[in-house]
T-cell receptor, first 116, second 118 residues
């Protein structure tokens, strides 16, 4: 069973379109994340979501919005796609320790988004 | 603000050589967590190790070992007797207890591309 899954694996679209990437985890974790990996392989946190609390990295454009229908899912919606949004997007999940300690995050396989 | 520096952009060694990947971090938190992840050519991110700031014991797992030194803010990773399958990009990452990488996530270094030649 895949622990963290993402769909689609590849997404090719035109500039200006709106698209979504789905993420599901079956690990029973209480926190989920979205990261962006650019063409130079640099990984940057975009969002974290824990128990209905959304924390947004201030550098993320408001065209990006995560939506969590339940604890096992954190989908990423992107409006008005731009060329610079082309990247690999990773979903991840982890379980908060009592006292707030940081456990390891488990990553999905990534979604390669190409904006033409 | 937090920062992770992996100064080695690319390392190339011949199979069976030992290789050390360097990681230096900056954080104002007194409680923090350090991680290493592997990204093979297939693209997934594989968790390797987690270490908290109060545990400075070195860790060994098979051919992999990690050296955590708070005095130099370093968390280095050594692969002994490297194999071609170790070829990947390796990321060091940091999460502070109170300033967790923005949006409560991991702050990653830029990664070291390790090439093991047969």
């Amino acid at each position: 069973d895949t622990a963290v899954s993402q769909t689609p694996k590849y997404l090719v679209t035109q500039m200006g379109n709106d698209k979504s990437i789905k993420c599901e985890q079956n690990l029973g974790h209480d926190t989920m994340y979205w990261y962006k990996q650019d063409s130079k392989k640099f990984l940057k946190i975009m969002f974290s979501y824990n128990n209905k609390e959304l924390i947004i990295n201030e550098t993320v454009p408001n065209r990006f919005s995560p939506k969590s229908p339940d604890k096992a899912h954190l989908n990423l919606h992107i409006n008005s796609l731009e060329l610079g949004d082309s990247a690999v997007y990773f979903c991840a999940s982890s379980q908060r320790s009592t006292g707030g300690g940081r456990n390891e995050q488990f990553f999905g396989p990534g979604t390669r988004l190409t904006v033409l | 603000a937090q920062k992770v520096t992996q100064a080695q952009t690319e390392i190339s060694v011949v199979e069976k050589e030992d290789v050390t990947l360097d990681c230096v971090y900056e954080t104002r938190d007194t409680t923090y967590y350090l991680f290493w992840y592997k990204q093979p050519p297939s693209g997934e991110l594989v968790f390797l190790i987690r270490r908290n700031s109060f545990d400075e014991q070195n860790e060994i797992s098979g051919r992999y070992s990690w050296n955590f030194q708070k005095s130099t803010s370093s968390f280095n990773f050594t692969i002994t007797a490297s194999q071609v399958v170790d070829s990947a990009v390796y990321f060091c990452a940091l999460s502070g207890m109170y300033s967790g990488g923005g949006a409560d996530g991991l702050t990653f270094g830029k990664g070291t591309h390790l090439i093991i030649q047969p």
